[in-house]
């Protein structure tokens, strides 16, 4: 199991950029699939991006395709989620997760406390 620590949210207009952090602890985070989701006030929480445990293979929502891109660096155990082109809509609390693969979202969890994005319109 790993702890996830989230950060660099925060209140951008809209057309402007993020960029999201992750920190694990533990020696086994390059063994985990690493992913950001995000819920909404009243809503589910919801996938955004995935990615496998050695960076080769990532996962995008259809409703962040082309703006958002995840990556990782294994040696300093973060995971990264930058955000381009930000809309009102990706408002919400982002959490990182670890899951054992990629594409398998239902078995994401160790969730971190999560960072707050606002985008104003």
């Known amino acids: 199991q790993v702890q996830l620590v989230e950060s660099g949210g925060g209140l951008v207009q809209a057309g402007g950029s993020l960029r999201l952090s992750c920190a694990a602890s533990?020696?086994?985070?390059?063994?985990?699939?690493m992913g950001w989701f995000r819920q909404a006030p009243g809503k589910e929480r919801e996938f955004v991006a995935t990615i496998n445990w050695s960076g080769t293979n990532t996962y995008y929502a259809d409703s962040v395709k082309g703006r958002f891109t995840i990556s990782r660096d294994n040696a300093k155990n973060t995971v990264y989620l930058q955000m381009n082109s930000l809309k009102p809509e990706d408002t919400a609390v982002y959490y990182c997760g670890s899951g054992t693969y990629y594409l398998s979202l239902d078995v994401f969890g160790s969730w971190g406390q999560g960072t707050q994005v606002t985008v104003s319109s």
């Open positions: 533990g020696r086994t985070f390059s063994s985990y699939a």
